[in-house]
């Protein structure tokens, strides 16, 4: 097994967890330790990536998370700063903005079965000599070939990587297996792997990913991310530091790395509770947590109900209006699908 | 009589085809593409309608020449049609996203645009969400920001769709912005591949404190909502005005009405009912 790629998306996926609201100064004062510790490749943003700022997922709350960016970019000139991109959500605008201040790796991502939204977006980046991977969220909705057919239409747009998310964390150690395989089979490019952690199957999903083939993981220092949260960064290089293998990364200096964030938002660390419990089981998008509990709050239903519906109606991440239509139908007591 | 000529012979022009020879005092003199043996002119040959496979050329050149060119082709086609369309003195209603005409939503505006010689239906998230924004702003006058987010089924999304979403995102916000003079607008536009295919969804979005009066936000919702459905059949509310936390919302819903498309392809049958419209007041 060759050590991964570790690629750090607490300051994107963790936004999710405390609804947008990183600072600048944490967020300056995590990428110099995030960068002590031998991370190369940091991400940084909305929780939906470029765009998603909104009433209808949540405002950024701090405005100058781009000075940050810039200020990291021409201090650090090894480090890779990326940016999460959903077409639909971002617009080339956006991704012009992005590279202005630095962003040089651009994760265009959609629904596993939409790959060729993502083809105009990845070819945009490309042309500007950005590094461009391609994401296929939601995975565990479709079997591993179809996934893999998707995956070679990323390719074949320019994407320089493939990663796989387990949006809901909804998928099981055999399963990352599978598609890592059926992917690993079609793509000429890498293959990378993005746990969620609402069946307590982060760390396993992402083992069996690396021994699979993947040659890139996504983590989080403290898990800090959406739902029940990722895959726990400083857990996960422990593991592989103990099993031999060299990861090129600072074990101590990730602790400390963890800390910083278990300090800043002691409220809101990931936990796998039995909502996400639930949403992990029926396949609903880890980042709805909140949203399903306000509507829930609002029209007075079950979250558990609710949960149940939204995976039934195969609601996909960027639905969150659909959160609300569900739960105001089930007030109702409307006949649902 | 109103003498009518379809261009583009994809998904839009074959369900327009279908609403225009429904329609009264509507007569289609012609129908056209750029290849002879596509499904479209196909299916247009068989309705009975005089078909051409060039294009714009094919539609001024022929003997029966229109009133009025429905341009269902793209934006990069549009500016060449246009050209020659204002040279033979015939109006366009353009369905595609190139902005070159007045933009133009009937519920909200349509006395405004039929004067004018280019009508721009804008896109489908425009005609299903700007009435909605319309009785939003009419009710909340100072209201300076507001969120759209449409959802459509995989099935109903073509490859044009696919390859011009930033497109889409960019044009619609700025027609909103400008036609309601609001001031920052945020178009947001989801694809599911969810089967069944859901029916065309769009929720409209604002800051709970530019709107002060439920009430009457939601009497202008109601009154708007009955006077869209009246070109748009489809056209219902499916998520009644509700604050939660620092935001309202409310959604609407478009069924189709299944004339050459499906159901829930609401979103190709909006912008094609609101076409029809335009053309029926022209």
């Known amino acids: ?337 | 009589m109103k003498r009518v000529s379809i261009l583009g012979s994809g998904n839009i022009g074959c369900d327009l085809l279908v609403k225009c020879q429904e329609a009264e005092d509507v007569e289609v003199v012609s129908f056209a593409g750029r290849h002879a043996n596509s499904k479209g002119l196909e299916f247009a040959a068989r309705r009975g309608v005089p078909v051409t496979d060039r294009s714009i050329e094919g539609i001024l050149d022929g003997k029966d020449r229109p009133d009025v060119v429905i341009d269902c082709t793209s934006a990069a086609h549009h500016q060449h049609n246009y050209d020659l369309c204002r040279e033979f003195g015939v109006r366009v209603i353009d369905m595609t996203p190139a902005k070159l005409g007045v933009t133009c939503c009937p519920a909200v505006n349509i006395d405004h645009c039929l004067g004018a010689d280019n009508i721009n239906m804008i896109s489908c998230g425009g005609q299903a969400s700007i009435p909605i924004c319309f009785a939003f702003k009419q009710a909340n006058p100072c209201l300076d920001y507001i969120e759209v987010v449409s959802t459509i089924s995989s099935a109903s999304a073509g490859p044009g769709t696919r390859r011009n979403i930033s497109q889409y995102v960019t044009s619609t916000q700025q027609a909103i912005a400008s036609m309601l003079g609001i001031k920052t607008v945020k178009v947001i536009i989801n694809i599911t591949p969810a089967i069944p295919p859901i029916h065309m969804k769009t929720s409209i979005l604002a800051n709970a404190e530019d709107v002060p009066s439920k009430s009457d936000t939601k009497s202008a919702i109601e009154a708007i909502e009955e006077s869209t459905r009246s070109y748009v059949p489809g056209y219902r509310k499916s998520v009644e005005l509700k604050q939660l936390g620092a935001k309202v919302m409310c959604q609407v819903q478009v069924t189709g009405s299944g004339h050459y498309l499906a159901a829930y392809a609401g979103n190709l049958d909006i912008i094609n009912c609101a076409a029809l419209e335009v053309l029926k007041h022209l």
Request: hydrophobic share 40%; proline share 3%; aromatic share 6%.
């Open chain 1, 1 to 337: 097994m060759t050590p991964p790629l570790l690629y750090d998306v607490t300051l994107r996926d963790g936004s999710h967890a405390n609804q947008h609201g990183f600072t600048s100064e944490f967020c300056s004062t995590y990428i110099d330790s995030a960068y002590a510790s031998g991370l190369r490749y940091i991400e940084i943003g909305h929780g939906n990536g470029l765009g998603g700022s909104s009433l209808h997922i949540g405002r950024l709350k701090d405005p100058g998370l781009w000075e940050v960016v810039a200020a990291k970019a021409s201090k650090y000139k090894e480090l890779r700063i990326g940016a999460h991109v959903i077409p639909g959500l971002a617009t080339f605008e956006d991704v012009d903005v992005a590279i202005e201040n630095g962003v040089n790796v651009f994760r265009i991502a959609c629904h596993c079965t939409e790959a060729d939204t993502t083809e105009t977006y990845i070819d945009y980046a490309a042309n500007r000599d950005q590094e461009v991977w391609g994401l296929l969220m939601m995975a565990h909705m479709i079997k591993p070939d179809h996934l893999a057919r998707e995956a070679k239409k990323m390719e074949s747009y320019g994407a320089s990587r493939i990663v796989f998310l387990d949006s809901a964390g909804a998928l099981t150690p055999s399963m990352v297996s599978n598609i890592t395989h059926e992917l690993r089979e079609v793509l000429e490019v890498s293959v990378g792997f993005h746990a969620h952690n609402n069946l307590h199957a982060a760390v396993a999903n992402s083992l069996s990913a690396l021994t699979a083939g993947c040659q890139s993981i996504d983590a989080c220092a403290r898990g800090y991310g959406a739902g029940a949260g990722n895959l726990s960064l400083e857990a996960f290089v422990a593991l592989l530091e103990k099993d031999g293998h060299a990861t090129g990364l600072d074990v101590k200096q990730l602790m400390s790395l963890a800390t910083l964030v278990e300090n800043n938002f002691p409220l809101s660390l990931p936990k796998v509770d039995s909502l996400s419990t639930a949403t992990g089981f029926h396949g609903v998008f880890s980042g709805f947590k909140p949203k399903i509990l306000e509507a829930a709050a609002a029209y007075e239903v079950e979250a558990m109900d609710l949960i149940a519906v939204l995976g039934k109606s195969q609601v996909i991440a960027g639905q969150e209006d659909q959160i609300i239509a569900t739960a105001s139908k089930l007030a109702q007591q409307v006949d649902l699908p």
